[in-house]
């Protein structure tokens, strides 16, 4: 399948991503990949090694007369997000990823495309095989399940890796390079909460709130695009005086993810059921109203389940856990005043859960300052506690501090401008990186992150411009040959 990417320039480039599209990775679910990527090594003559997570190192030996040039690491993530379309069947851990060409950008069919990071990956892997390029001596990391929890590089082996000079291929922007990213930390709420026995004159209905874009929840977070979870406990928040009752609710798929739709079902008294049905079309205008121009495809809908279920949040536990969820903090938290137009501190609503009572919450913050990001976990914590639910912070990771007057920033900025005719902006990212988890794991590294322009990142909207990934090939391999003619110190 995807015979038409080889097709595309950089043909190595493209060639490595047909593989990875044909391989399916969502996050945990890598082990395929690696064991292929393992075999492509050895048959080509790369040393390869695995520590103990499983994340996955290829050697290449240096250019002949470069042995003495820093060491260059090419570091990318294997897994991807799997989202697709709610009407489009895929298995992500079975199915391939079909993409198309248009208008000058690659996408995928109702899916996400992979892109993230698997361009990445593929450079990588094509930098390995390019007999012609000059270099001092190389190694491609590829960590796994950076998606679900940077769990890779939280993971990574220490006194491991040898080089000098890390290269991130994980960014999404052209014309831009980043010195920085923020932390963040996975807030879990869990609660068992009690349940009553639906009424006689009570009837069901089933609350479903869908179309939005979605998108990355660090880079896309300051959009001011719909966030499904926030929406619809808003609308729960309304029908509350028609003495509406939650049975179950089910809202975002991942918790980096903007989430795009979400479900709830209620009980309410029978005589109420046509005043609900008027205020959620009311609540349909004033929504799609506030987000006209951002976010113009909501869609809220209401109807009747085919089962009825036997049991509903009592109503004391509903009220309370709308009004927690409906005071949760969502969004961006606070800008940055050291650096104009970045995004310091935010969380994503992205994982909402009810079924027969058992409430589960998963939440992401970011912040470039890992006080805040405690900080605004803590929050969490003290919300949730009034409801008796249980809070934990899970896979925290520190920011990326920046390093503007780095050796390898100006060295990029050299070859940006020499290449392309303009001076790159320089930036720190409102997202996760590995880099700053690797950077605490080796102090020594110098490392800066850049990429093509990737849009859509962790949506089915996700696509890439061809275009951009031949000026990032292009840089990345000038960058490379670069650095192969300094000595190390």
Same mark, same amino acid.
């Given at each position: ?16 991503? +047909? ?23 050895? /048959? ?9 997570? $499983?994340?996955? +190192? ?6 002949? $007369?470069?042995? $003495? ?52 990956? /593929? ?23 950076? @998606? ?47 349940? /009553? ?17 979605? $998108? ?40 980096? /993810? ?85 995004? @310091? ?23 470039? +300052? ?54 790159? @902006? ?64």
């Amino acid at each position: 399948m995807n015979a038409h990417l080889e097709q595309l320039s950089p043909q190595p480039l493209w060639r490595h991503f +047909r593989t990875l599209c044909n391989t399916p990775r969502p996050s945990g679910h890598e082990a395929a990949l690696v064991t292929r990527l393992e075999e492509w090594a050895e /048959a080509r003559g790369l040393a390869h090694d695995r520590d103990a997570f $499983g994340n996955l +190192r290829l050697r290449k030996a240096a250019t002949p $007369g470069r042995e $003495g040039s820093p060491g260059v690491i090419l570091q990318g993530h294997l897994d991807m997000v799997a989202q697709a379309n709610a009407d489009h069947p895929h298995d992500f851990t079975r199915d391939p990823i079909e993409t198309h060409v248009a208008d000058g950008w690659l996408h995928a069919r109702e899916t996400t495309l992979g892109a993230d990071n698997g361009l990445g990956v /593929a450079a990588a892997l094509a930098i390995l095989e390019d007999e012609t390029l000059v270099h001092g001596p190389l190694e491609a990391l590829f960590t796994l399940e950076e @998606e679900s929890g940077m769990g890779g590089a939280l993971n990574l082996a220490e006194d491991w890796l040898e080089g000098r000079v890390l290269l991130n291929l994980d960014s999404e922007d052209r014309g831009q390079v980043f010195i920085g990213c923020a932390g963040g930390a996975d807030v879990v709420v869990e609660a068992q909460l009690p349940t /009553a026995a639906l009424a006689d004159d009570e009837v069901v209905l089933r609350l479903s709130l869908t179309g939005l874009v979605g $998108g990355h929840s660090g880079i896309d977070i300051h959009k001011g695009r719909g966030n499904a979870n926030r929406l619809l406990v808003r609308v729960l928040r309304s029908l509350e005086p028609f003495d509406a009752r939650l049975i179950d609710y089910q809202g975002g798929t991942l918790r980096n /993810a903007l989430p795009r739709e979400a479900f709830a079902t209620l009980a309410l008294p029978a005589d109420e059921r046509e005043h609900v049905r008027e205020r959620v079309a009311a609540l349909e205008t004033e929504l799609r109203a506030e987000l006209a121009g951002v976010d113009d495809g909501l869609s809220l809908a209401l109807e009747s389940p085919d089962a009825r279920p036997a049991e509903a949040l009592s109503a004391h536990a509903s009220r309370m856990l709308i009004g927690a969820l409906h005071v949760a903090p969502c969004g961006v938290e606070r800008m940055s005043s050291e650096l104009p137009g970045v995004v @310091e501190t935010s969380n994503n609503l992205g994982v909402i859960s009810l079924e027969g009572g058992r409430f589960q919450l998963c939440a992401l913050v970011r912040s470039l +300052r890992d006080s805040a990001t405690l900080d605004l976990a803590d929050r969490f914590r003290a919300l949730f506690e009034l409801i008796g639910a249980r809070t934990r912070i899970e896979n925290a990771y520190p920011g990326w501090t920046p390093a503007p007057e780095s050796a390898l920033l100006a060295r990029f900025r050299r070859l940006h401008q020499a290449r392309l005719g303009s001076d790159p @902006e320089v930036l720190v990212i409102h997202a996760g990186l590995e880099c700053g988890i690797l950077g605490g794991k080796y102090p020594h590294l110098e490392m800066i992150s850049f990429g093509p322009l990737i849009r859509g990142a962790h949506s089915p909207d996700e696509r890439v411009e061809l275009a951009s990934v031949e000026e990032f090939w292009g840089l990345l391999r000038a960058l490379v040959e670069d650095l192969a003619q300094h000595e190390t110190a």
